[in-house]
């Protein structure tokens, strides 16, 4: 006799502890920003699966590719494998993405998850220079696994492994230090005299910090940092997991800074519907690993590269980068009306293209505002080391409608928080 309660529909006990509890509801449809729960409420998603749709749920001409291959009984799961769409994505990925940004990498499937990514490429870094150490910066979140969370720069995060992470130095990521250049930092670091830091094979950085509270890294920062890997001869890995498949405006969130990374992570968006995948782009010269130096059974899954496939094609209209400039721009005079109209939150603007939020100066708000939000139908999450930035991650196809619609229910919910 199952008690249809929300308890047991989620079955909390039987799920281990570091599950997040934080969305109460049971969801059984999505579509385009919209999320429907049993109880036939609707949410408008600001969160998009933590960033894996940025084109929304169920996008209609992918949706309609992956039935039509599985009802043509083509292949799903062929690890290694050459198969068509694993083709078809390589050629539009070349086509679409690296051949007009000029852009020349290998591209390697290292596994399902931008963890995955993540994992390649520090060990084609470690490979490539025979040097251990990686740098990566204060806040930053890179993954879960060992190797991945040694980079993280969260503390909470490092004690999910029990004993303390090597292997990696954190730095002061930029703006970390008010009224300090964080570069000297590293340079002071990476100094020959032997007092600072063993010398890294690469420097892993994102250009805005999704998980670690929507700081940005400045343009002349980020071309700073590639000077000091070319200049130490030390790899250059941009995780553009999450600000990259145009989250930020351009397709890697690096392009308007101008720089070149020998490294570059994606995963999320990349499998365009939700589907697991990552991939990693190397340049043709750090190409070193000989076969079955990196594997895994669920690299290179067919749907996903189907999924993908799609989502270059859209990504292709030029119209809709543009579009996202201009949502952003809205969300970002909205989200300054809200900090100039409810002084009490002390909120700071964070963030760039479509994920931007406010960083709360008055504990504890944030993740109270959330939680309101939910309840009036607005799916949202914190993020930063203490929880205390509001973080907008809309689908990149929201319209001005959603977006007025969720700013709205934001509003509503810092005034009944303030009350
Ligand atoms: N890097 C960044 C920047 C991320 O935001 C994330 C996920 N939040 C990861 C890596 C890890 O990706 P995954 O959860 O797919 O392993």
Known sequence: NISSTLETINDLESQVRSYSRSFPAVFEKAKGYHLWDTNGKEYIDFFAGAGALNYGHNNEKMQHALIEHIKNDGIIHSLDMGTETRAAFLKAFNEIILRPRGLDYKVMFPGP??????????????????????????????????????????????????????????????????????????????????????LPAAIILETVQGEGGL?????????????????????????????GCGRTGTFFSF?????????????????????????????????????????????????????????????????????????????????????????????TLRGRGLMQGIACGTPGIAEEITQKAFEKGLIIETSGADDDVIKLLPPLIIDAEGIEKG???????IKEIKQ
Not at 264 to 289: H, N, Q, Y
């Open 113 to 198: 998850t931008g963890t995955n990514s993540v994992e390649a490429a520090i060990k084609i870094a470690r490979k490539v220079t025979g040097r251990e150490n990686i740098i990566s910066f204060s806040n930053a979140f890179h993954g879960m696994t060992i190797g991945s969370l040694a980079l993280s720069g969260n503390a909470m995060k490092r004690k999910g492994a029990g004993i303390p992470l090597n292997n990696a130095t954190v730095m002061p990521f930029d703006h970390y230090v008010e009224g300090e250049n964080t570069i000297d930092y590293v340079k002071r670091f990476l100094s020959d005299d032997g007092s600072g830091v063993d």
């Open 215 to 243: 700081n940005t890294a400045s343009y002349t920062w980020l071309q700073e940092i590639e000077q000091i890997c070319k200049e130490k001869e030390i790899l250059l890995i941009v995780d553009d997991v999450q600000a």
């Open 407 to 413: 700013i709205s229910i934001l509003e509503e919910s």
């Open 255 to 347: 392009e308007p800074a101008g720089i070149n990374p020998d490294i570059v992570c994606l995963s999320k968006s990349i499998g365009g519907i939700g589907l697991p995948m990552a991939v990693t782009l190397i340049k043709p010269e750090w190409d070193r690993w000989n076969p079955g130096e990196h594997n895994g059974t669920f690299r290179g899954n067919n749907l996903a590269f189907i999924a993908a496939t799609e989502a270059l094609n859209y990504w292709k209209d030029h119209r809709f980068s543009l579009d996202i400039q201009e949502k952003a721009e809205t969300i970002q005079q909205e989200l300054s009306r809200i900090i100039s109209a409810y002084p009490f939150m002390n909120g």
